[in-house]
Nanobody, 122 residues
Framework: QVHVVESGGGSVQAGGSLKLSCAAS????????MSWYRQAPGKERELVSS??????TYRDSVKGRFTISKDSAKSTLYLEMHSLKPEDTAMYYC?????????????????WGQGTQVTVSS
């Protein structure tokens, strides 16, 4: 059975830092794409950052402040967040798309975590 579990969220003051983790188990962790999304109350879910074999991408509002990385040996995806702002407050989710035929053309993900809350106070 596949499990994808985020952790590392919390409450910090503006300017603070957090490091989110997304631990996966139950499959080989050979992924086509892994991403972090976030959703604030009353807002649409938005893509924060992604990583594939071709590189990493970030939404403009987090560039220079957030870093996505993964440790395949630990089957874990990370999101290191610095200089946090109140507008970063949201539930953060990780998503994984397994490697397979045409996987880079897909827009869906195979696995989602349950989310970890990040709250940034001013």
């Amino acid at each position: 059975q596949v499990h994808v579990v985020e952790s590392g969220g919390g409450s910090v003051q503006a300017g603070g830092s957090l490091k989110l983790s997304c631990a996966a188990s139950g499959y080989s962790f050979i992924n086509c794409k892994m991403s972090w999304y976030r959703q604030a109350p009353g807002k649409e879910r938005e893509l924060v950052s992604s990583t594939t074999i071709y590189g990493t991408t970030y939404r403009d509002s987090v560039k220079g402040r957030f870093t996505i990385s993964k440790d395949s040996a630990k089957s874990t995806l990370y999101l290191e967040m610095h200089s946090l702002k109140p507008e970063d407050t949201a539930m953060y989710y990780c998503a994984a798309r397994r490697l397979g035929a045409y996987c880079y053309f897909r827009t869906d993900f195979d696995y989602w975590g349950q989310g970890t809350q990040v709250t940034v106070s001013s």
